[in-house]
């Protein structure tokens, strides 16, 4: 258990850094070039893309690392998928609960944070950022995880026969 919350901390961390740098860059990059038609929702669209993307990549890649190898099939079809889904969720989670608290602490609360399109200076869109991330890991856990094996009941009538 101890590996599954290190390897997932690890890997929602790194997720974590690389989507706040890519944000960052298109952020950046729709402010500097003169694209017509371009409102303050743009921003908000990439901070909701880049969490998202980033929740969906950080739970696959944290519940590939922590499960046991299965030949040539994805993590999320081996037995105890369902187990280290919710385990990558539940600490992935945590990790971004502990960030938002810490960035509240250090930027939002102290009016440090500033009116950019930046995560975390900008608490609306370090707030779209951040549900993004949990909203996919969740989805990923509770919509696009395959079904338990349906259990076997002896003794159960069969359908049809």
Same mark, same amino acid.
């Given at each position: 258990?101890?590996?599954?919350?290190?390897?997932?901390?690890?890997?929602v961390?790194v997720?974590?850094v690389?989507?706040?740098?890519?944000g960052a860059?298109a952020?950046?990059?729709?402010?500097?070039?003169?694209f017509?038609?371009?409102?303050?929702a743009l921003?908000y669209a990439?901070?909701?893309?880049?969490?998202?993307l980033?929740g969906? =990549?950080a739970?696959?890649f #944290? %519940? +590939?690392? /922590?499960?046991?190898k299965i030949?040539?099939?994805d993590?999320?079809?081996?037995p105890?998928?369902?187990r280290?889904g919710t385990?990558?969720l539940?600490v992935?989670?945590v990790v971004?609960?502990?960030?938002?608290w810490?960035?509240?602490?250090l930027?939002w609360v102290r009016g440090?944070?500033s009116d950019?399109?930046?995560v975390p200076?900008?608490?609306?869109?370090?707030?779209? =950022?951040?549900?993004a991330? #949990? %909203? +996919?890991? /969740?989805?990923?856990r509770?919509?696009?995880m395959?079904?338990?094996?349906?259990?076997i009941?002896?003794?159960?009538p069969?359908e049809?026969?």
């Open positions: 258990m101890l590996g599954l919350i290190l390897k997932t901390v690890l890997v961390v997720c974590l690389l989507a706040d740098i890519a860059l952020v950046t990059v729709f402010d500097i070039l003169p017509r038609f371009v409102s303050a921003a990439i901070w909701l893309v880049a969490g998202g980033c969906f =990549f739970y696959n #944290a %519940g +590939a690392w /922590a499960s046991s030949d040539d099939a993590w999320s079809a081996g105890s998928a369902r280290i385990g990558v539940v992935g989670l971004v609960a502990g960030l938002v810490l960035f509240d602490r930027f440090v944070a950019d399109d930046y200076d900008s608490l609306p869109h370090s707030a779209v =950022f951040f549900v991330v #949990a %909203g +996919a890991m /969740a989805l990923n509770f919509v696009l395959p079904a338990a094996p349906a259990a009941v002896s003794g159960a069969n049809g026969g």
